[in-house]
C-alpha cells in the first residue's frame, strides 16, 4: 500500500465509490470494503484497493469513511460483533456520511468516545455526481477539533462544508434539508400541474419562476435536469427518499413539533409506495396524484 495517509471506505455503492475516487484524486491511498462482490469488483476496477475483510481494513486505516443506507446497518458495522471499534486501534476517526437517526449517532459517538475514537456525522447532499467529483456539500456533526482534525478528509470529499453543530446537528441539518426538497418536489408538480390544466406548459414558466420568488432547488435543478429533460436519473431512489421523510416525521413527533403541513407530506410520500416503486428515481414524486394514479 501507498505511503500516503490510508483512508478506508465501507460501503461501495453509487455514492462511496465516487467518494473512494474522489479520496483518490485528492492523495490519500483508499482501501474499500463492500458487502456485495459486484459492487466491490466495479469499484476494484476503476482502481479502488479492496480489503480482505473488516479486520484488515479497520486495523489498517486511522480515517474510515462510511457509505452506507440505514442507521441499523452503521451500528452493526460500527459496534456490532467484529465491527468497527472492536478492531480500530484507539484514535481512528470514523465519518458517516448516511443520512442517520441523530440519536442513534449520538450513542454510537459516545462509544466511540468510550474506545478512544472519533465518530462524526458528516451526511452529504450532492448525488452520485456530487461524490465522483468532489463536490458534495456535507452537514457536519461533532466537536470542532474533531472536525477540523477531519477537514483534509472532508474537503477532498466535498467543496461546501457546513460545521452545524455537536454529534447529531449534522444529521438533523440533513433530515431538514431533505424534509424541504421532499415537500418541494410535491407542491412544484402540482403547480406545474394547474398551470399545464390552464394551458400554459412548465418549459414555459420555468425561467420566470426561477428568476422569481417562487423558485426553490427543485425549480433550479430538478426540473430542468432531471424532470422535464426526462432522464430520472439522480441516483436517488423513492426508498431512500422515503427513508429520510420518514425520519423526519420520527422526530417532529418525538420532538412534539406541530407540523400539518409536513405530516401530508409525509402521507404524500408513504401513499406513493403503492405507485412508486423503491427503486424508481425520487423525482418521480412529481407526477403522484394518489396511490395507484399517475399523471400521464
Given at each position: 500500500?501507498?505511503e500516503?495517509?490510508?483512508?478506508?471506505?465501507?460501503?461501495?455503492?453509487?455514492?462511496?465509490?465516487?467518494?473512494?475516487?474522489?479520496l483518490?484524486?485528492?492523495?490519500?491511498?483508499?482501501?474499500?470494503?463492500?458487502r456485495?462482490?459486484?459492487v466491490a469488483?466495479r469499484?476494484r476496477?476503476e482502481g479502488v484497493?479492496?480489503?480482505a475483510d473488516?479486520?484488515?481494513?479497520?486495523g489498517?486505516?486511522?480515517?474510515?469513511?462510511?457509505?452506507?443506507p440505514?442507521?441499523?446497518?452503521?451500528?452493526?458495522v460500527?459496534?456490532?460483533e467484529?465491527?468497527?471499534?472492536?478492531l480500530?486501534?484507539?484514535?481512528?476517526?470514523?465519518?458517516?456520511?448516511?443520512?442517520?437517526?441523530?440519536?442513534s449517532?449520538?450513542e454510537?459517538?459516545?462509544?466511540?468516545?468510550?474506545?478512544g475514537?472519533?465518530?462524526?456525522?458528516?451526511?452529504?447532499?450532492?448525488?452520485?455526481?456530487?461524490?465522483l467529483?468532489?463536490?458534495?456539500?456535507?452537514?457536519?456533526?461533532?466537536s470542532a477539533g474533531?472536525?477540523?482534525?477531519?477537514r483534509?478528509?472532508?474537503?477532498?470529499?466535498?467543496?461546501?462544508?457546513f460545521?452545524i453543530g455537536?454529534?447529531?446537528?449534522?444529521?438533523?441539518?440533513?433530515i431538514v434539508?431533505?424534509?424541504?426538497?421532499?415537500?418541494?418536489?410535491l407542491?412544484?408538480?402540482?403547480?406545474?400541474?394547474?398551470?399545464?390544466?390552464?394551458?400554459?406548459?412548465t418549459e414555459?414558466?420555468?425561467?420566470?419562476?426561477?428568476a422569481g420568488?417562487?423558485?426553490s432547488?427543485?425549480t433550479?435543478?430538478?426540473?430542468?435536469?432531471?424532470?422535464?429533460?426526462?432522464t430520472?436519473?439522480?441516483?436517488?431512489?423513492m426508498?431512500?427518499?422515503?427513508k429520510?421523510?420518514?425520519?423526519?416525521?420520527?422526530?417532529?413527533?418525538q420532538?412534539?413539533?406541530?407540523?400539518?403541513?409536513m405530516?401530508?407530506v409525509?402521507?404524500?410520500?408513504?401513499?406513493s409506495?403503492?405507485?412508486?416503486?423503491?427503486?424508481?428515481?425520487?423525482?418521480?414524486?412529481?407526477?403522484?396524484?394518489r396511490?395507484?394514479?399517475?399523471?400521464?
Amino acid at each position: 500500500m501507498s505511503e500516503k495517509q490510508l483512508v478506508g471506505v465501507v460501503g461501495l455503492g453509487n455514492m462511496g465509490r465516487g467518494m473512494a475516487l474522489s479520496l483518490m484524486r485528492g492523495g490519500f491511498a483508499v482501501l474499500g470494503l463492500d458487502r456485495n462482490p459486484d459492487v466491490a469488483q466495479r469499484a476494484r476496477q476503476e482502481g479502488v484497493e479492496q480489503a480482505a475483510d473488516m479486520a484488515q481494513l479497520a486495523g489498517t486505516c486511522r480515517t474510515i469513511v462510511l457509505s452506507l443506507p440505514t442507521s441499523a446497518i452503521v451500528r452493526e458495522v460500527v459496534a456490532g460483533e467484529g465491527g468497527i471499534l472492536a478492531l480500530a486501534a484507539p484514535g481512528a476517526t470514523i465519518i458517516d456520511t448516511t443520512t442517520a437517526d441523530a440519536e442513534s449517532t449520538r450513542e454510537l459517538a459516545a462509544l466511540a468516545r468510550r474506545s478512544g475514537s472519533v465518530l462524526l456525522d458528516a451526511p452529504v447532499s450532492g448525488g452520485p455526481g456530487g461524490a465522483l467529483r468532489g463536490e458534495l456539500t456535507m452537514f457536519l456533526g461533532g466537536s470542532a477539533g474533531d472536525v477540523e482534525a477531519a477537514r483534509p478528509v472532508l474537503a477532498a470529499m466535498g467543496t461546501k462544508l457546513f460545521h452545524i453543530g455537536e454529534t447529531g446537528a449534522g444529521n438533523i441539518a440533513k433530515i431538514v434539508n431533505n424534509l424541504l426538497t421532499a415537500a418541494q418536489l410535491l407542491t412544484a408538480g402540482e403547480a406545474f400541474r394547474m398551470a399545464e390544466a390552464a394551458g400554459v406548459r412548465t418549459e414555459q414558466l420555468l425561467d420566470a419562476v426561477n428568476a422569481g420568488s417562487g423558485r426553490s432547488g427543485v425549480t433550479l435543478f430538478n426540473y430542468p435536469r432531471r424532470i422535464l429533460s426526462g432522464t430520472f436519473d439522480s441516483g436517488f431512489t423513492m426508498q431512500l427518499m422515503r427513508k429520510d421523510v420518514a425520519l423526519a416525521a420520527a422526530l417532529y413527533e418525538q420532538l412534539g413539533v406541530e407540523a400539518p403541513v409536513m405530516q401530508e407530506v409525509t402521507r404524500l410520500w408513504r401513499d406513493s409506495a403503492g405507485a412508486l416503486s423503491d427503486g424508481e428515481d425520487f423525482n418521480r414524486i412529481v407526477h403522484f396524484r394518489r396511490a395507484g394514479d399517475l399523471a400521464a
